[in-house]
């Protein structure tokens, strides 16, 4: 079956950075673009940014350029994403989603979802 | 401040139909298709209607989508305990070259 397995929670001090890993099983890993979607205690849905597993390209939310970094191994189907400059307000549950077709922007499989908390 | 607009939380009988409702504008909702998640408690989101009104497989007729202008609204009918959850929208905003999403709505059946 289609699954997308993220890798285990962080703890992180202010400034430092995290990487978070995305193992897709059961489907053809370049043929959907994969997101990355946040989303702090008690708050909504956050869209960070997706990549093109095919090529590699990207495309960032305004919010997060210049500190995440979204790429792909392409041989063992895993995406990743590299979030720089941890913050308090980065504490969060980060979830990375298969997109539907084509970068149609709808989420039709979740990862398991990896907990990251920043704290000094 | 989320780019859409949704109810902080809706309610309605066991049995009974709740519609929740989506608000953009023409950056987004207005020329763009719209997604609703369902989020149970502790879990991912789960996609329940893809190109405003479409069903993924798997998701009962019971649950349904539709867009007109720049809202977006999703319907329950025969509402069951298990549809307690958040619920969100989200689409394409071509302003902010982003997928955006509402802030989500907490649905209680009474």
């Known amino acids: 079956q289609v699954q997308l397995v993220q890798s285990g929670a962080e703890v992180k001090k202010p400034g430092a950075s995290v990487k978070v890993s995305c193992k897709a099983s059961g489907y053809t890993f370049t043929g959907y673009y994969m997101h990355w979607v946040r989303q702090a205690p008690g708050q909504g849905l956050e869209w960070m940014g997706w990549?093109?597993?095919?090529?590699?390209?990207?495309n960032y939310a305004q919010k997060f350029q210049g500190r995440v970094t979204v790429t792909r191994d392409t041989s063992i189907s895993t995406a990743y994403m590299d979030l720089s400059g941890l913050r308090s307000d980065d504490t969060a549950v980060y979830y990375c989603?298969?997109?539907?077709?084509?970068?149609?922007?709808?989420?039709?499989?979740w990862g398991t979802g990896t907990t990251v908390s920043v704290s000094s | 401040q989320s780019v859409l607009t949704q109810p902080p939380s809706v309610s309605a009988a066991s049995g009974q139909k709740v519609t929740v409702s989506c608000s953009g504008s023409?950056?987004?909702?207005?020329?763009?298709?719209v997604s609703w998640y369902q989020q149970l408690p502790g879990t991912a989101p789960k996609l329940l209607i893809y190109d405003s009104d479409k069903r993924p497989s798997g998701i009962p007729d019971r649950f349904s989508g539709s867009k007109s202008g720049t809202s977006a609204t999703l319907g329950i009918t025969r509402l069951q305990t298990g549809d307690e959850a958040d619920y969100y929208c989200g689409t394409w905003d071509n302003s902010l070259s982003s997928v955006v999403f509402g802030g989500g709505t907490k649905l209680t059946v009474l």
């Open positions: 023409s950056s987004n909702i207005g020329n763009n298709y």
């Open positions: 990549i093109n597993p095919n090529s590699g390209g990207t």
């Open positions: 989603a298969r997109d539907l077709s084509g970068g149609s922007t709808h989420m039709d499989v």
